[in-house]
Nanobody, 127 residues
């Protein structure tokens, strides 16, 4: 069983940037498609970004509009999410997750297709 730990969240002003990290332990992530989700208070989990096993294919939620970038370093067993041009509506807990390999390497916005989740890191965008 893989253990995922997110870090890098914090308080940032509108227009600012953060870099979130997701560290894995227990096994290699190189065989897993990965994704970032977020959850704002009182709302459902929302798909943010996904990345294929090799890192060669990425997908983003419609709201991202070029502001975020997902990447991975399989040698370090790490996934990253660069957040730029942050807005107050980006305030949420951000989670990384591994995709159940039964669903393959393509991207998916559905939480039920992800089988391991971290505890999340809080991102607050406020002046």
């Amino acid at each position: 069983q893989v253990r995922l730990v997110e870090s890098g969240g914090g308080l940032v002003q509108p227009g600012g940037s953060l870099r979130l990290s997701c560290a894995a332990s227990g096994r290699t992530l190189s065989n897993d498609a990965m994704a970032w989700f977020r959850q704002a208070p009182g709302k459902e989990h929302e798909f943010v970004a996904s990345i294929s096993r090799s890192g060669g294919s990425t997908n983003y939620g419609d709201f991202v509009k070029g502001r975020f970038t997902v990447s991975r370093d399989n040698a370090k067993n790490m996934i990253y999410l660069q957040l730029n041009s942050l807005k107050p509506e980006d305030t949420a807990i951000y989670y990384c997750a591994t995709r159940d390999p039964r669903y393959g390497d393509s991207w998916s916005p559905w939480t039920y297709e992800y089988d391991s989740w971290g505890q999340g890191t809080q991102v607050t965008v406020s002046s």
